[in-house]
């Protein structure tokens, strides 16, 4: 996680407001910049977020169901590469 790209995005989302939630199956949580951060389920938060950002592209997610239930995504590892429907919610970075 420390030279991780996830912790630059996190900081600029920070910087402009953002408030930031985060999902890893294999980091229940980390401390970066005297923040602590805490692996929320998913499924459970992502109706109420503005964005989803995908940084990491593991493979136990279901990526069709991740854009389905998200309002707007941004992709910056292609994991959404496979995903049939609702392509029109996905933004490649």
Known sequence: MRESPTLKVIEILEQN???ILINDPYIPKFKHKGKEYISVEWKNEINNADIVVI????S???YELVVEKAKLLYDTRNATK????????????
Do not use: S
Request: positive net charge; proline residues 0%.
């Open 55 to 58: 940084t990491t592209d593991h």
């Open 60 to 62: 136990c997610y279901d």
């Open 82 to 93: 496979n995903v049939k429907n609702n392509r029109e919610k996905i933004n490649k970075l």
């Open 17 to 19: 407001g953002a408030n």
